[in-house]
């Protein structure tokens, strides 16, 4: 199959029609191809890349904040990093078959530079700055929520990654100089459907009591309570 063929079946997988195809071939045009085809007037994905960079950050942060109101400044970071981050994206690059679309220098080309991570990585944020240019925010925007948005709720459905636990741990030595103690005070239920209940303490208080089919999983919801509690208590939570 052509590349030219390669790019109209993907232009087929998008919900618009791109106005200036050019912008779009231009996200992936890599730096190594550049370097090897010394002509005037060409320019690699890098501005793409970095205009995809900033509209990604943009658009994700303001799902966050609308999606999850319940969470702190820190959770959304940490969350938002988990979301946006090279393996993510370079795992979404792949999956738009992105690899074989790509302009690379021969040498890049012999490295295996369809499969490289950081390149599959920057060129799905350069088709999104592509999309940006092109169609403008609010078809970005909806392009970027349709395909993170299966992301957010993996996020929600795995413990960890909101980090409940490294958040108290800083708070902890903030204010108490000492990290917080998880203590397992019940366990209930067959082998095979154990249920622990945890209590996280923190300054010899207990602040966090949670209950999880893993004790990880308990400490983490026994963390968030007591990040709760400690901001009730007036405790400045910015770290």
């Not at 996200?27 to 090897?36: K, P, R």
């Not at 400490?219 to 910015?238: F, P, V």
């Amino acid at each position: 199959m052509t590349r030219k063929k390669i790019i109209e079946n993907f232009k087929s997988t998008l919900p618009f029609v791109f106005e200036d195809d050019s912008i779009l071939g231009l996200a992936f045009v890599h730096s190594s191809y550049i370097n090897e085809k010394i002509k005037q007037g060409l320019e690699s994905n890098e501005r793409l890349e970095f205009l995809g960079d900033a509209v990604v950050g943009v658009v994700i942060s303001k799902l966050l904040y609308e999606k999850f109101p319940e969470l702190a400044e820190g959770e959304l970071t940490r969350f938002r990093a988990r979301l946006v981050n090279r393996r993510t994206l370079a795992g979404l690059g792949k999956d738009w078959g992105l690899g074989p679309l790509l302009l690379l220098g021969k040498g890049e080309l012999m490295a295996g530079g369809r499969e490289n991570p950081t390149i599959l990585s920057n060129t799905f944020e350069a088709v999104l700055g592509a999309v940006f240019l092109d169609q403008g925010y609010e078809q970005a925007a909806a392009l970027i929520e349709k395909v993170f948005t299966p992301l957010m709720q993996t996020g929600l459905e795995e413990q960890g990654h909101f980090a409940f636990k490294p958040e108290l741990q800083e708070i902890a030595q903030k204010f108490f100089k000492e990290p917080p103690l998880y203590r397992v005070i019940d366990e209930q239920g067959p082998a095979h459907e154990r249920v622990f209940t945890v209590e996280a303490v923190v300054g010899g208080e207990v602040l966090g009591m949670a209950t999880g089919a893993r004790k990880k999983d308990a400490e983490q919801s026994a963390a968030k309570e007591a990040i709760k509690a400690l901001g009730e208590k007036g405790y400045s939570l910015k770290v």
